[in-house]
C-alpha cells in the first residue's frame, strides 16, 4: 500500500512538473510590444540644509510624483 502512494505521487509529480514546463506563456510572442522603455539614469548628489545653513539629519527626499527615494 504504501509503495503503490509512493509511486502514485512520483507520477503525480512528474506530470504536474512537465506539464507545467509545456504551459504556453503568453508573453513571449509579445516581446516587441511589452518592450519597456528606460529613461537615462543621472547621480544626484547634495545636502539639505535649514534657513541657516545648518545640514538637515534624517530628511526623506523623494522623486516628485513617484514612490522613489532616500534617507
Known amino acids: 500500500m504504501k509503495h503503490r ?11 504536474l512538473v512537465t506539464g507545467i514546463s509545456h ?5 513571449s510572442s509579445k516581446s ?7 529613461q537615462a539614469t543621472r547621480k544626484i548628489s547634495g545636502a539639505v540644509k535649514d534657513t ?8 526623506n527626499i ?3 510624483g513617484t514612490t522613489v527615494g532616500t534617507v
Open 52 to 59: 541657516q545653513g545648518e545640514s538637515i539629519i534624517g530628511v
Open 5 to 15: 502512494f509512493l509511486i502514485f505521487i512520483f507520477v503525480a509529480g512528474f506530470l
Open 62 to 64: 523623494t522623486v516628485k
Open 32 to 38: 516587441v510590444e511589452n518592450a519597456v522603455a528606460q
Open 23 to 27: 504551459a504556453k506563456n503568453e508573453y
